[in-house]
């Protein structure tokens, strides 16, 4: 009997630890993509962007994704990309914490909308995770349609007259909430099954 309650007990706390490090997916525009027009501001503002997670940006021919720097971003200047892709899907995982800068280098498109900052975090540690503070709301996000993906995008070169990129791309929609809003419901339920084996 203890020892059940004590695998139930490790097990559970061992998941609880380890949902806040699963990354999320962010469909840039939700379901308008990235397209002239569009207010990134405001999208990115709603959300939390963690290292590990990714942006798909989903657009037509004649767009591109170009991660560019701030004074490029704030100009919109192009031709100094940092990275370019114009496969019309876009698949970037956010390697590290800071502001992101992005921009479409096709003449007119950043002017007429398509730029986007992304603020992104540190990659929350288990440690965090053991002791989760039903007070701070800060690190939640809010629910977005996300993109079940498998890409392989590899952008090569900031010139763009020699750039490349080779992206295979599978792609299934879904709505569905960030991984981290798993954690309280899995704490709950690790809980409720120690309480039912106590009284078994």
């Not at 900052?117 to 995770?129: G, I, P, Q």
Request: aromatic share 6%; proline share 4%; glycine share 8%.
């Amino acid at each position: 009997m203890a020892s059940s309650v004590a695998l139930v007990f490790g097990v559970c706390l061992a998941l609880n630890m380890a949902m806040p490090t699963l990354a999320a997916t962010h469909t840039v525009g939700d379901t308008s993509g990235w397209t002239i027009g569009g207010d990134y501001s405001t999208w990115a503002s709603g959300l939390k962007f963690r290292v590990g997670d990714s942006l798909v940006f989903n657009y037509g021919p004649g767009h591109t994704v170009d991660e560019v720097k701030e004074s490029d971003y704030k100009s919109c200047t192009t031709g100094n990309s940092l990275s370019t892709d114009s496969s019309g899907a876009t698949t970037i995982t956010l390697k590290t914490a800071g502001t992101h800068y992005f921009i479409c280098a096709a003449p007119g498109h950043c002017q007429g909308g398509m730029k986007l900052a992304v603020k992104v975090k540190a990659k929350k540690t288990s440690a965090s995770a053991a002791a989760p503070s039903p007070a701070k709301d800060s690190d939640d996000t809010k629910d977005t349609p996300t993109t079940s993906t498998t890409t392989s995008t590899t952008p090569t070169s900031a010139n763009p007259s020699t750039s490349s990129s080779s992206t295979s791309t599978t792609t299934a929609s879904s709505h569905t909430s960030s991984a981290t809003r798993g954690t309280p419901i899995m704490f709950i339920v690790c809980w409720i099954s120690y309480l039912v084996l106590r009284l078994v």
